[in-house]
């Protein structure tokens, strides 16, 4: 079963800069990838990602701007540079990999990004 494996996160103060990493144990090719955080809480929400056959990103509200997504599929990663970081961007960040374009079904066990004000 492919395992995901997230990395980067930490405390920075507001307006600081992070770079989280999500290695995957299988291949990434072909396979929907995204970012998702959950804040202390809240609900999961979506942060940013690709679709299956989509080479241009897309990105929640709140991020616009501030986080880029990338992924290289030769090395099975996916990264999130997140700047200009805000308090309420605080949470735990989940990458996934969806099958299909409708739903994430293989999740990682999260990474903790704390924004000081």
């Known amino acids: 079963q492919v395992r995901l494996v997230e990395s980067g996160g930490g405390l920075v103060q507001a307006g600081g800069s992070l770079r989280l990493s999500c290695a995957a144990s299988?291949?990434?090719?072909?396979?929907?990838m995204g970012w998702f955080r959950r804040p202390p809480g809240k609900e999961r929400e979506f942060v940013a990602g690709f679709r299956i056959h989509g080479t241009s990103p897309y990105y929640g509200d709140s991020v616009k701007g501030r986080f880029t997504i990338s992924r290289d599929d030769a090395k099975n990663t996916m990264d999130l540079q997140m700047n200009n970081l805000k308090p309420e961007d605080t949470a735990v960040y989940y990458c996934?990999?969806?099958?299909?374009?409708?739903?994430?079904?293989?999740w990682g066990q999260g990474t903790q990004v704390t924004v000081s004000s």
């Open positions: 996934g990999r969806g099958s299909s374009d409708y739903a994430f079904d293989v």
């Open positions: 299988e291949r990434t090719f072909g396979y929907m």
